[in-house]
């Protein structure tokens, strides 16, 4: 299976939490990662680099 979130509709749950909640929900360990800022969509500073993890155990 894929998962996946909308890059267009992602706000990173940015002040509502630490992580993005789609990260922690995500099924697959490492499914979700950085990629480059949407315009016009918030964006977290704390970011992390390109193409990593999100979250690691």
């Known amino acids: 299976e894929i998962y996946y ?3 267009d509709k992602c706000v990173e749950c940015v ?3 630490d992580v993005p909640a789609c990260a922690e929900a995500c099924p697959t360990e490492g499914c979700i990662q950085w990629d480059d800022c949407v315009d016009g969509l918030p964006c977290s500073e704390n970011r992390g ?3 990593t993890p999100v979250i690691e155990d």
Do not use: H, L, M, N
Request: hydrophobic residues 35%; without cysteine; glycine residues 12%.
């Open 5 to 7: 979130v909308y890059a």
């Open 15 to 17: 002040d509502y939490f």
């Open 49 to 51: 680099e390109k193409g």
